[in-house]
């Protein structure tokens, strides 16, 4: 099945990443790809809810919600979890690969949008047991790849910090400001500091 088959960021259609480029920044969030408040172009938080009433988007809305709750009870991936897909390899040294970054994107994203949509608790929560595996560097000793070690970043610290970061927007209305410091920093330390690093360091590609 391709990757994208069941992407949370397909159910919520074609839309504008950066709503600031569509009509200016929202007061409030969520802000990314689903604003709280309604603005040309962008689905918001409530017209979200109404479509997935019924239709095609009520079928997909089902099975993400399904890969929620069954995410509640498991434990966060970390590198050498046997994501299904990996190359046994990339799972027994431990490798940072595209196929478990996008595994652990997907479940805080769908974690942090049933958090969004239904307001329970539970989801919060699940996604923040991933968001703090991946921020603790006994769990996570890096983002990147083990192939590209020689630069400070690399594609699989921007699809991290991609992904936590939209997760963030969408999880902002139910996180305490600890929660929200926490990330931010996590965010900043592990992504966003390495980044500017490669950038200094001129690093293959930059």
């Not at 070690?149 to 305490?176: E, I």
């Amino acid at each position: 099945m391709p990757h994208r088959a069941w992407s949370v960021v397909g159910l919520l259609g074609p839309l504008a990443v950066a709503v600031a480029a569509v009509a200016g920044e929202p007061a409030g969030r969520p802000r990314m790809y689903v604003t709280a408040d309604p603005a040309p172009g962008v689905r918001s938080v409530a017209e979200l809810k109404a479509d997935i009433g019924h239709g095609p988007a009520a079928k997909l809305w089902a099975r993400l919600r399904a890969l929620a709750d069954a995410d509640l009870a498991a434990a966060p991936l970390v590198p050498s979890s046997p994501v299904p897909g990996r190359d046994p390899d990339n799972v027994r040294h431990g490798n940072r690969d595209f196929t478990l970054c996008h595994a652990v994107g997907q479940r805080v994203l769908r974690a942090a949008l049933a958090s969004l949509l239904t307001g329970e608790v539970k989801y919060r929560d699940s996604a923040l047991r991933q968001i703090e595996a991946v921020f603790d560097s006994s769990l996570w000793p890096d983002w990147r790849d083990l192939a590209h070690l020689g630069v400070a970043a690399d594609l699989r610290t921007g699809q991290l910090s991609r992904d936590l970061a939209v997760a963030y927007d969408w999880l902002h209305p139910a996180l305490t400001p600890d929660q929200r410091r926490m990330i931010v920093a996590g965010i900043d330390r592990r992504g966003i500091r390495p980044f500017w690093q490669a950038v200094d360091e001129r690093a293959y590609w930059v």
